[in-house]
């Protein structure tokens, strides 16, 4: 019986890599440079942090979580974690932040879960980066995060993007919003499709997201939710759209925009690629300031955030053809030995150069020299010595520079610092 991975699941192999330690190492590097500390939680968490916390109207509480009972007898309930919001704001109650930093900044680079059709750029485990700013319900907040989101994507060398920026207003506005739009779409009833007619009960703003082109026209003339916003979202919108100017970020006004968590309350954001094909949201987030009270904070914690699909901006670098350029690191060198003696010199110069930061290739298979040299070309080593008994009775050893096939005699004390000079 050959074992495959699950439908929805995929392996990241190691030729894969070096281009998910190349976008991770530049998220947590503009991360750093915003002030955020990584965060980490557990991999499942109660069920009800997610009922609470995401809404139960929503497709992924609705239909696409992974819940278990921990044993057969057990009240309780567990829930692979689709999302990061609910856990760090858990985490962030369950342990005071607040109380230790008014401002509290965490990024997070998971896995998550959700039991959805798998197709491309959508999985059933899949990655993501993403950061949470609690504790200011100021526009500079959003701002800020939109801007870090960006400047990760732009730092990857991702183009064809379109930022899209919604205002979804205070609880208040929503509920207004909802009945205006229910107003205005219960004459057309009939005209909606399956799922929308199903949303229009339960989370009818959700119909303004369908991808249905039959409702493309019937969306576009709905009621927007901006006319509706109260002064207070008004004038935090204005806000965030002027420091986005300000920081030469490009974005447009999407009053479809509702996106698919419950917690959302004024700004909301998504970042699609057209690179992507129908999953076309790298990323998107916004401010949620009631989820805090729905977890049970005594008081509201204003909070904003965001997070990125790392499979789907896999896909953006392969488009763009970036993903070639990020290559695995390459060997400096590689110690061939002619025989067991020198086989013995090699294993212990290879530790000592090592312990001096130099990538060192050996062969663990005792094979001939020219075998051995093909796989230091194969590996793509910058350099190879070749070492026998000659080399270790007279201290004299060949360096090879297989990049330019230039071949230098240089004596064993120099050897170090003469790989050391030309590789660094
Ligand atoms: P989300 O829009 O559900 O937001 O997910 C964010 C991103 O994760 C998506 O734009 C997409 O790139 C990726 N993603 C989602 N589902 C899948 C899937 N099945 N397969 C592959 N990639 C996927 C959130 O998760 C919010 N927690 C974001 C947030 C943070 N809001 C505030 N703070």
Redesign the pocket.
């Known amino acids: 019986m050959k074992f495959q991975t699950i439908t929805?699941t995929k392996d990241i192999l190691p030729s894969e890599s070096s281009l998910w330690q190349h976008i991770e190492q530049t998220a947590r590097s503009v991360f750093k440079r915003f002030g955020y500390s990584e965060i980490r939680t557990p991999v499942f968490e109660d069920t009800n942090l997610f009922l609470r916390g995401i809404g139960e109207t929503t497709d992924?509480v609705g239909k696409?979580m992974y819940t278990f009972k921990p044993s057969a007898e057990s009240e309780e309930s567990l829930t692979l974690r689709?999302?990061?919001?609910?856990s760090?704001m858990r985490a962030y109650l369950q342990h005071s932040l607040g109380a230790q930093s008014p401002v509290v900044k965490v990024y997070y680079i998971s896995e998550?879960f959700?039991k959805?059709k798998?197709q491309k750029?959508?999985?059933?485990q899949?990655?993501?980066f993403?950061?949470?700013c609690i504790g200011s319900a100021n526009p500079e907040a959003d701002a800020e995060?939109i801007a870090m989101m960006m400047m990760i994507y732009d730092e990857l060398g991702i183009k064809n993007t379109t930022l899209k920026l919604n205002s979804l207003g205070d609880i208040e506005t929503r509920k207004r919003y909802r009945t205006i739009l229910q107003d205005y779409l219960r004459p057309h009833f009939d005209k909606l499709d399956a799922v929308s007619k199903e949303r229009f009960e339960k989370n009818p703003l959700r119909i303004l997201d369908s991808k249905n082109p039959d409702l493309k026209e019937l969306i576009e003339n709905a009621p927007r939710i901006l006319e509706c916003l109260d002064e207070v979202s008004k004038s935090h919108f204005e806000t965030v759209k002027t420091y986005l100017d300000d920081f030469g970020v490009k974005y447009v006004i999407d009053h479809r925009l509702v996106?698919?968590?419950d917690?959302?309350s004024r700004t909301a954001f998504?970042?699609v690629s057209s690179d992507l094909g129908a999953?076309d949201?790298?990323?998107?987030?916004?401010?949620?300031d009631g989820l805090g009270e729905q977890l049970g904070a005594e008081k509201e914690i204003p909070?904003?955030?965001?997070?990125?699909?790392?499979?789907?901006?896999l896909i953006a670098l392969e488009s763009a053809g970036i993903s070639e350029k990020i290559q695995p690191p390459k060997p400096d060198v590689m110690l061939v030995a002619q025989s067991p003696l020198a086989r013995g010199w090699i294993m212990k110069t290879a530790q000592a150069w090592r312990k001096e930061g130099l990538t060192v290739e050996t062969d663990l298979l005792a094979r001939s020299l020219k075998a051995q040299m093909r796989e230091a070309n194969r590996l793509g080593a910058t350099f190879a010595v070749i070492v026998g008994e000659n080399e270790l009775q007279t201290g004299k050893f060949q360096l090879k520079n297989l990049l330019t096939s230039e071949q230098k005699e240089i004596q064993q004390e120099d050897l170090l610092s003469e790989i050391k000079t030309r590789t660094a």
């Open positions: 929805g992924i696409e689709p999302e990061m919001t609910a760090v998550l959700r959805e798998p750029g959508r999985y059933r899949f990655w993501q993403g950061a949470e995060v996106r698919g968590l917690y959302y998504e970042l999953q949201a790298l990323g998107g987030g916004g401010r949620y909070a904003v955030g965001f997070a990125s699909g790392i499979e789907r901006l």
